[in-house]
């Protein structure tokens, strides 16, 4: 049973890596672009890690969603344009500030709590 969590934890692991690499190329090799702000949700600053909010933009006429970091609530609400990141195929958006601390620590904690399950002997509960 802990083979099975801890493959499944590294892959979940793989899949989260193989998104944040792709934020993290268009953090370091993005090009800055200017969006048009289509619609910021009335509850944005009650934004938190259980209740996402996500607003909507357009680029290239074509509309995608974002999730509201904290200190751009504000900023969202009264702009109409603002300033984001992307990479070569417009697939991924992220504030020219942004970090990826948070995922890199989810990322190789899961990967080191999978790896462990792999390899832990499974104990036979003897009564």
Do not use: H
């Amino acid at each position: 049973m802990y083979k099975i969590g801890g493959a499944l934890l590294i892959l979940i692991s793989l899949a989260i890596c193989i998104n944040s690499y792709k934020k993290f190329d268009a953090i370091q090799n993005g090009k800055e672009v200017e969006v048009r702000v289509i619609d910021v949700p009335v509850s944005c600053e009650v934004s938190n890690r259980t209740l996402k909010s996500y607003f909507r933009f357009e680029y290239n006429d074509k509309e995608y969603t974002k999730n509201i970091k904290g200190e751009y609530c504000d900023i969202l609400k009264r702009a109409k344009t603002i300033n984001l990141k992307t990479n070569t195929d417009n697939s991924v958006f992220v504030y020219p500030n942004e970090k990826l601390t948070m995922q890199y620590i989810t990322v190789f904690s899961l990967l080191i709590i999978g790896i462990v399950f792999l390899f832990k002997k499974s104990k036979k509960w003897r009564i």
